[in-house]
């Protein structure tokens, strides 16, 4: 027999941001907020009296869309940290089972789909950054890891629509925001798409019953998805759950956090270097560097503040520690280290170290020239060939630290100097042309 249908007493609203002056008494929501990460929140007295009482087993999900993660889920991976901080037990969920239908989410197109063997190589590989921010183990604050390919692949079909399809309306899935502004973009919407929110909520009610996970976390764009696995623990189980979300991150100037022309900042050393990470975040922009040192470092809120009121040429030292804590966490002291001193050498005294980072093209082609313009480009250090032409023309590009107006010139095996070619892209980007 189908499940009975249970109406909850309240359906929880599409919040407003929470008032960044709201008191909290618990360790949790206290730095959650003192640091930026709280947008909405489902039952915050709630929540904040279980926080204060007891041990909150909380989780964040992570698709395994690529062999890596990037910096724009790096604040959900602080938030789990910061869960761990306050006393409570983290949860990492990886979406074995979820990656093979696609989080709609925010996305204008279906994701495209992937097999067994790529989902379960890229978790293998993703897997090794939380142990960076995380203690794993068997205590009863350190953090597990789970598949959610465990249960979801279980399911038949039609035991799936029967157990928790009953418990969904169409109306209330479609009154969310994130799906209205798909459909009012007029993109569409697959059926294996629209199932991914239940989905979700299975997570959440198969986490609270194995484990007592009790909170789930996420971005504002998944505020949907997390209010309906709340929702669904209360109609079902009857007992307390909870919902949190960060604002979605941009920068300063509205760009979405992550993206750069060379494209995406991975967190995986092995596609991004760690000299490439502590640049991204030496490039933060001036407003950003305070924002960004509560969220993404464990920097003490006093010396943030000292940081956060320099002016003027003092803001780039606050650029370098933010740099150097941000990948320190990621990639461990000395490779922080040497990425700093790798930057120092660069910029400051005009030298090339074995740390920066490597374009390699073929020895042939390097032989025979290859325009300027195009390498810059294929180099990531220009958007476009148009881009690396402006900044030639305005005297943003240099070859072995010489400025060089004309992006049209050849750039060959002449120009190797100690076996590489330096070009960099304005003040702040530096690439080695190796030929190989």
């Known amino acids: 027999m189908p499940s009975e249908v249970l109406e909850p007493a309240v359906l929880i609203p599409e919040s407003k941001p929470m008032s960044a002056d709201q ?49 724009g889920s790096l604040i959900q991976i602080m938030m789990l940290r910061r869960l761990q901080q306050a006393g ?9 089972g979820t990656t093979k239908v696609g989080d709609p989410t925010d996305k204008d197109q279906s994701r495209p789909l992937l097999t067994e063997e790529q989902i379960q190589s890229n978790i293998a590989s993703i897997k090794t950054v939380f142990a960076k921010f995380l203690t794993f183990g068997d205590g009863p604050t350190d953090a597990i890891m789970v598949d959610n390919d465990e249960w979801l692949s279980k399911f038949g079909y039609v035991e799936f629509l029967r157990d928790y399809g009953v418990h969904f309306t169409v109306n209330r899935m479609l009154a969310f925001e994130s799906v209205k502004a798909r459909l009012e973009r007029e ?40 209010v309906n696995g709340v929702e669904l623990i209360r109609r079902v189980d009857q007992k307390p759950s909870f919902g949190l979300t960060t604002p979605l991150l941009s920068t300063a100037s509205g760009q979405k ?27 933060t ?37 933010l740099a150097g804590e941000a990948t320190r966490m990621l990639h461990g ?23 920066m980072p490597t374009h390699e093209v073929p020895a042939a082609d390097l032989e025979a020239g290859i325009m300027l313009a195009a390498l810059v480009h294929d180099a990531g250090l220009a958007g476009s060939r148009g881009e690396a032409r402006r900044l030639a023309q305005g005297g943003g590009l240099r070859v072995n630290d010489k400025a060089e107006a004309d992006a049209g010139r050849a750039v060959t095996s002449a120009d190797l100097v100690d076996g590489v070619v330096k070009i960099a892209a304005g003040k702040k980007k530096i690439v080695l042309v190796k030929p190989v």
């Not at 629209?194 to 789930?216: H, P, W």
């Open 23 to 71: 008191p909290f008494k618990s360790a949790l929501l206290k730095t959650m907020q003192e640091r930026g990460y709280i947008h909405q929140i489902t039952h915050p007295a709630e929540l904040d009296n279980a926080a204060t009482s007891g041990i909150v087993t909380g989780y964040i999900g992570f698709d395994a869309t690529a062999p890596s993660l990037h910096v």
């Open 88 to 96: 409570h037990k983290p949860i990492v969920l990886m979406g074995g």
């Open 187 to 226: 993109q569409p919407m697959t059926f294996l798409e629209f199932n991914y929110m239940l989905m979700q909520s299975v997570d959440f009610l198969e986490l609270e019953r194995k484990y007592g996970c009790v909170l789930q976390m996420g971005g504002s764009d998944q505020w949907g998805n997390i």
């Open 257 to 283: 956090m992550g993206k750069t022309v060379g494209g995406a900042v991975w967190l995986n050393a092995d596609m991004r270097s760690p000299y490439d990470y502590w640049q991204f975040w030496r490039n």
């Open 285 to 321: 922009e001036d407003a950003d560097v305070g924002r960004f040192m509560r969220l993404f470092t464990d920097m003490p809120l006093d010396e943030i503040a000292r940081y956060e009121a320099m002016q003027g040429a003092d803001i780039n030292e606050a650029k370098k520690v």
């Open 333 to 355: 002291e000395e490779a922080a280290a040497a990425a700093a001193e790798a930057a120092r050498m660069a910029f400051e005294v005009g030298a090339v170290s074995g740390d």
